[in-house]
């Protein structure tokens, strides 16, 4: 399985971007999706992640300025980013956690990597 994410890019500070993320293959029992992101020096974080229930979160610098959505049965997953700062640069990853029964969380596949640069 193999996840494709698009739509990274440079924007001044206070633009728009809309990251998409769609599986190669269809994927069974997705338990969520999600976008995390990993700036340079720094680890890996959450970004936002929506479960199969319709449960939302997102990390708190994100709050109001980010929107996620997705389709299980289509296998994506999509990031609107808003007024972006350019403490919001970084390598976004869109990831799906699936499994079901004894198995769920199990399966753990990543996208790429696409690159968002905020400039001042």
């Known amino acids: 399985v193999q996840l494709q994410a698009s739509g990274g890019g440079m924007v001044q500070s206070g633009g728009s971007l809309r990251l998409s993320c769609t599986a190669s293959?269809?994927?069974?029992?997705?338990?969520?999706l999600g976008w995390h992101r990993q700036a340079a020096g720094k680890e890996r974080e959450l970004v936002a992640s929506?479960?199969?229930?319709?449960?939302?979160n997102y990390l708190d610098s994100v709050k109001g300025r980010f929107s996620i959505s997705g389709d299980i049965a289509k296998n994506t997953v999509s990031l609107q980013m808003n007024n972006l700062k350019p403490e919001d640069t970084a390598v976004y990853y869109c990831?799906?956690?699936?499994?079901?029964?004894?198995?769920?969380?199990?399966?753990?596949?990543w996208g790429q990597g696409t690159l968002v640069t905020v400039s001042s």
């Open positions: 990831n799906i956690i699936a499994g079901s029964g004894v198995h769920y969380g199990e399966y753990d596949y």
């Open positions: 293959v269809s994927i069974r029992d997705i338990n969520a």
């Open positions: 929506i479960s199969s229930g319709g449960n939302v």
